[in-house]
């Protein structure tokens, strides 16, 4: 991979006195972008954990493909490496949103080393990205009947089935990200706004949003604090563990995974759903699509869950694809 990066030539006098005209990141600020540390003046612009993780693993990709070792190295790199980078993408079948996302994080990474003065121009600038195939998202929503019945498998006699039936109520109700849900604490709930309780969601980026409280998942929150028994501590989060065998006790949040994999997922499970696409998004999915098919603005949705963007609201609408549409239920023979 070596190979790929042009050999520096010896610099002349007027080159040499144009370098010493533009500040450059010093020798060890350049190892930090090397080594690609979550610490660094770039990742610290990122908020989200995940986008973060996701970041790095795209250069560090990047930089094994051209073969960078030293920090020098990101002054060598061309619109023709680049382009190399993305036909090896390409090669190894990778879908058309990952690999705009990888070449997102690369652009991202030159446009700060610009802002630096570490180098003179953005070779990702101009490179193509794939198209998506679809506006559609390729997570499902679930159908009525199937909300229906996944709001009711909860035991709700439990204290952890009442969790579960208000952390379920929240995300169908509310179109909440699981990150989102996990940073609610108890004062968040029940937030009054013009006379109506309204959650206050920590979104994305640390924006703050004010989502009507749907009357059902009030009732089934204000259930589960009192047999929690926390409902009086503010500042405490909202949905605990039931047990925690780390940390030897339950005053914690819970964490997105295990919102996904042990509520989410576990009941999804019980009722026979399931499926390849059947990722954490489902539920985000089923509330937006409900919405939307219910008649909500799509401009109001967009505000609902915390978009920057109408475009990622459109990714869940799922209108056109409502099988009781399809011309198979015209067929009378």
Excluded at 127 to 151: C, F, H, I, N, W
Excluded at 280 to 286: D, F, I, K
Excluded at 318 to 325: I, L, V, Y
Aim: aromatic share 6%; charged share 25%; with cysteine.
């Amino acid at each position: 991979m070596n190979s790929l990066i042009p050999k520096p030539q010896n610099p002349g006098i007027s080159e040499l006195a144009t370098a010493a005209e533009v500040p450059m990141l010093t020798s060890a600020q350049y190892r930090q972008l090397s080594e690609v540390p979550s610490a660094i003046e770039w990742f610290a612009n990122i908020d989200n954990p995940q986008t973060r993780r996701a970041y790095e693993n795209d250069l560090r990709d990047f930089m094994q493909f051209v073969g960078i070792h030293q920090p020098e190295d990101f002054r060598t790199v061309t619109r023709s490496h680049v382009l190399a980078w993305r036909k090896t993408l390409e090669v190894r079948q990778l879908g058309g949103s990952t690999i705009r996302r990888k070449l997102a994080a690369l652009a991202s990474l030159f446009e700060h080393l610009c802002e630096s003065n570490a180098v003179t121009h953005n070779p990702v600038k101009g490179v193509k990205r794939p198209v998506v195939e679809s506006q559609q998202g390729k997570t499902p929503a679930l159908g009525d009947a199937q909300a229906r019945a996944l709001l009711s498998t909860p035991d709700a006699s439990t204290l952890k089935g009442k969790r579960d039936r208000a952390i379920l109520s929240a995300l169908l109700y509310h179109g909440l990200r699981r990150e989102e849900l996990t940073k609610l604490k108890v004062r968040d709930y029940c937030q009054s706004r013009r006379g109506v309780a309204h959650l206050q969601v920590q979104g994305k980026g640390g924006k703050m949003r004010f989502v009507p409280t749907h009357p059902g998942t009030l009732t089934l929150i204000e259930e589960y604090l009192e047999a929690a028994g926390h409902g009086q501590d503010l500042d405490a989060p909202l949905f605990r563990p039931v047990k925690n065998n780390v940390h030897g006790h339950t005053y914690t949040a819970m964490t997105p995974g295990n919102v996904y994999e042990q509520v989410v997922l576990k009941y999804l499970k019980k009722l026979g759903i399931s499926g390849r696409n059947m990722g954490p998004h489902v539920m985000r999915a089923t509330a937006a699509t409900n919405a939307l098919d219910n008649g909500a603005d799509i401009a109001k949705v967009q505000e609902w869950l915390g978009h920057a963007n109408i475009a990622t609201t459109r990714i869940y609408d799922h209108r056109k694809t409502r099988p009781e549409d399809s011309p198979t239920f015209k067929v009378a023979y």
